[in-house]
């Protein structure tokens, strides 16, 4: 720290700049202080130094993404209903399989008090999470352990699988599907309390 930093002063409002007592630290170049600097560049976010906010330069940037086929992550709404995918595969997999069943969970907030399952099996307690390219996401992956975890706590059997694999060979899912279901019938007598109607689910209506 320098006698010379601590007086200078914010170029906005004027404020002597706090000096930086870390150890070894550089000289600051610092021109302003937190909240001018905030504004500073939020103002020049809004500008021509911004080349978003030019026309012929976001024309090019979408032109680019285009070509190179990217698409924004796109996470279903479960007030949709199922997804095309979740619908195929419960319809294939047959009577006994529903989509958008909701289970509580016991647990409080910050906890999620029920957790709606993509494709259900209630009779052998087990559940297929169809999941699009959004789960790949570190977060949305840390969500489905916690969530297949909880679900396990409680008895439940979680299967993954993905959109493309359902594309791919969905015969061979609901081959792989059944016959883990035909090993957990059995299971299903421990768990009877949790398979009451969740009190925070509404129908949902689709919309189109
Ligand atoms: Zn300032």
Same mark, same amino acid.
């Given at each position: 720290m320098t006698t010379q930093e601590s007086a200078r002063p914010c170029q906005v409002c004027g404020n002597p700049l706090l000096p930086t007592y870390r150890r070894g630290a550089q000289p600051s170049r610092r021109k302003y202080c937190d909240s001018c600097r905030v504004e500073y560049f939020r103002a020049r976010m809004q500008g021509p130094a911004n080349p978003m906010n030019n026309a012929a330069c976001r024309a090019k940037v979408a032109r680019t993404l285009r070509e190179r086929g990217v698409q924004p992550i796109m996470r279903w709404n479960p007030g949709l209903g199922p997804t095309p995918h979740e619908a195929r595969l419960a319809a294939a997999l047959g009577d006994e399989w529903a989509t958008g069943v909701a %289970? #509580? &969970?016991? @647990? *409080? #907030?910050?906890?999620? *008090?029920?957790? *709606? +399952?993509?494709v259900t099996c209630v009779g052998a307690l087990m559940c297929v999470e169809v999941d699009g390219s959004s789960h790949q996401a570190t977060r949305a992956k840390a969500r489905d352990a916690r969530k297949e975890a909880v679900l396990a706590d409680m008895g439940w059997l979680? @299967? !993954?699988? &993905?959109? /493309? =694999? /359902?594309?791919?060979?969905? $015969?061979? %899912?609901?081959r792989w599907v059944r *016959? %883990?279901?035909? &090993?957990?019938r059995q299971v !299903?007598?421990?768990? $009877?309390?949790? +398979? =009451? #109607?969740?009190?925070n689910t509404r129908p949902r209506s689709r919309r189109g």
């Open positions: %289970i #509580p &969970t016991g @647990l *409080r #907030p910050p906890y999620p *008090r029920c957790y *709606r +399952l993509d979680t @299967l !993954r699988v &993905t959109n /493309i =694999s /359902i594309d791919k060979d969905l $015969e061979g %899912i609901v *016959r %883990i279901a035909a &090993t957990r !299903r007598g421990q768990h $009877e309390g949790n +398979l =009451s #109607p969740c009190p």
